[in-house]
T-cell receptor
């Protein structure tokens, strides 16, 4: 199984809402990533988890809160977002942090903040 | 620092035409180079890679050669199909840093 799944596929939320994005992989990968992708732009790395521990936070605002409950799951908790946070949020995983170039991407969650 | 520059799109071709998407990079040392493809509504997929100078990566009829002397990794395909319509990203990996180019949208018309 070489698949990364993400739920939900689409999400519309207000600026006062709290919601969560979920990501799952069963490839035994020990590194997982969150990316943000604005329209017609490349993905921008937000967070890196290695062996379930946060290893990189690319200066992301605190209204985004990642969580890695176990080696297969990655969540992104959202609170008090702004309209400019509307984007495609991609999850990815790779065998190890050092092998990020072997990452598999999920299909993404398209988030709209109203 | 590390950076990737790729040709701006969009690129529109007829089926069976020859494709070239240019990519150049800036990096210290010896980066690994990649092409990813993103089909509509999907995440990125690794298309091909090259890890050292003069390596040629290939997959699904696409090819790219790692040229250190020109710091380039241009993507080519001899005969594109409608199903190749997607956004193509050039990327590099160097010193634990992964960088993507801005992406080039390709549309292939029947």
């Amino acid at each position: 199984d070489t698949e990364v799944t993400q739920t939900p596929k689409h999400l519309v939320m207000g600026m006062t809402n709290k919601k969560s994005l979920k990501c799952e992989q069963h490839m035994g990968h020990r590194a997982m990533y969150w990316y943000k992708q604005k329209a017609k732009k490349p993905p921008e790395l937000m967070f890196v988890y290695s062996y379930e521990k946060l290893s990189i936070n690319e200066s992301v605002p605190s209204r985004f809160s990642p969580e890695c409950p176990n080696s297969s799951l990655l969540n992104l908790h959202l609170h008090a977002l702004q309209p400019e946070d509307s984007a495609l949020y991609l999850c990815a995983s790779s065998p190890l942090r050092q092998a990020i170039y072997e990452q598999y991407f999920g299909p993404g969650t398209r988030l709209t903040v109203t | 620092g590390n950076s990737v520059t790729q040709m701006e799109g969009p690129v529109t071709l007829s089926e069976e035409a020859f494709l070239t998407i240019n990519c150049t990079y800036t990096a210290t040392g010896y980066p690994s180079l990649f092409w990813y493809v993103q089909y509509p509504g999907e995440g990125l997929q690794l298309l091909l890679k090259a890890t050292k100078a003069d390596d040629k990566g290939s997959n699904k009829g696409f090819e790219a050669t790692y040229r250190k002397e020109t710091t380039s990794f241009h993507l080519e395909k001899g005969s594109v199909q409608v199903s190749d319509s997607a956004v193509y990203f050039c990327a590099l990996y160097n010193n634990n840093d992964m960088r993507f180019g801005a992406g080039t949208r390709l549309t292939v018309k029947p």
